[in-house]
């Protein structure tokens, strides 16, 4: 069998390729709100509902969302892309400006306007390449129909043609 070994470049192309919704990942330690932008979130199971995402090795928030055991995963809307851009840089306030509350059961950031928001527990973490692969318990879900979603596709943030 021919095995095709590709470039960063050629991987990040292809795999570029498969659009997606885009989400912040939040948790809060010791009452400071901590967050994460996220393509890598899907569903796992419906019985029990699970879900999961991918964060990297080098992601010094995930160690964080580690610790506490629990996370919010908050699917943006269409006119949320200014959110995922800075909650993609290190070292910068990525609060400033985002108005959020605290979900029920986890205190976890639900940030205001997400389409969707999935609160979850840590149920178990994969060690993969580069990445984990983390397995949440879904405690609580909600979402606006009323809302769009924000789409990611070949790097660029992009919306449903209406
Ligand atoms: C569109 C987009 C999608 C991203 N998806 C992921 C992801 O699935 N997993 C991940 O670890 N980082 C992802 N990132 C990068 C992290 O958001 C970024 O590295 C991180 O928030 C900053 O580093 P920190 O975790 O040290 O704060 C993504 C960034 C962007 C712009």
Known sequence: MKVIIPTDDEYRQVLGAFCSGITVVTTAFAG???G???????????????IAFSPARTSTTYPVIRETGAFAVNVLSDHQSWI????????????KGIRWTAAEITGC??????????????EQE????????????????????????????????SSLAS
């Not at 994460?36 to 699970?50: G, H, I, R, Y």
């Not at 800075?86 to 990525?94: E, L, P, T, W, Y």
């Open 84 to 95: 995922a851009g800075q909650f993609a840089r290190r070292g910068v306030n990525k609060w």
């Open 126 to 157: 994969y060690s993969v390449g580069d990445h984990f692969i983390t397995i949440g318990s879904v405690q609580s879900l909600r979402t606006d129909p009323a809302k769009r979603p924000l789409l990611y596709f070949r790097s660029q943030f």
């Open 36 to 50: 994460m932008t996220c393509q890598s979130f899907f569903s796992v199971s419906l019985d029990p509902p699970m």
């Open 109 to 122: 950031p639900l940030l205001d306007e997400a389409i969707a928001t999935v609160e979850c527990v840590i």
């Open 32 to 34: 400071t709100p901590i």
